[in-house]
């Protein structure tokens, strides 16, 4: 029996040695590599309940998420705001988010995103409400990039962003400016 129990302890070992040089003898279709994927990255093309986290994760936002919110093909984000004249991370943020949104999956229909402070209690900066059916998403997308939302009156007027006094405490006022062309005469 002591014999039998060896053999079948040693068969186990050298089938678990095999198994373990396998991915580095060169035998398969990944030859050459050394190392194997274990889990293969799937495109995301439908944001459901359960790859939400996943989805605001692999944005690698710069700003803090206070919280998510998925319910009927619209995506709430609400980020919170922590430094003083922040507003360029913001912008990037709110690019990844839009990209997300309606580049990278097909299910979400409308996107908000709401900026509060979080030393004044949670207090609401601004907010954002991008649509799917928004035409210059399919007309000047790449120019979100370039954008400088809070200041510039078309960008405002795209993302319908609307913001409180807080913001101006915190900013200063908000001046704005226009860059659609002139009216012809």
């Known amino acids: 029996m002591r014999k039998a129990y060896l053999t079948s302890l040693g068969a186990a070992l050298a089938v678990t040695a095999v198994i373990g040089l396998m991915p580095h003898s060169g035998i398969g279709p990944e030859r050459g590599r050394g190392e194997v994927a274990v889990f293969h990255p799937s495109e995301m093309k439908r944001l459901t309940s359960r790859n939400l986290v996943d989805a605001i994760v692999s944005l690698q936002l710069t700003g803090r998420v206070g919280k998510v ?65 928004d035409n210059w998403l399919g007309e000047n997308f790449n120019e979100i990039s370039d954008a400088d939302p809070l200041h510039d009156e078309l960008w405002r007027k795209r993302l319908r962003i609307a913001y409180t006094s807080l913001l101006e405490d915190r900013l200063g006022p908000i001046d704005t400016y226009s860059t659609s062309p002139l009216p012809s005469s």
């Open 69 to 133: 919110q998925w319910t009927q093909a619209v995506l709430t984000v609400e980020m919170r705001a922590d430094d003083e004249k922040q507003t360029d991370r913001w912008y990037k943020d709110m690019e990844k988010l839009i990209r997300l949104s309606f580049t990278q999956t097909e299910n979400v229909n409308r996107l908000l995103i709401r900026y509060v402070d979080a030393k004044a209690g949670g207090q609401l900066l601004f907010a954002a409400d991008v649509r799917r059916t």
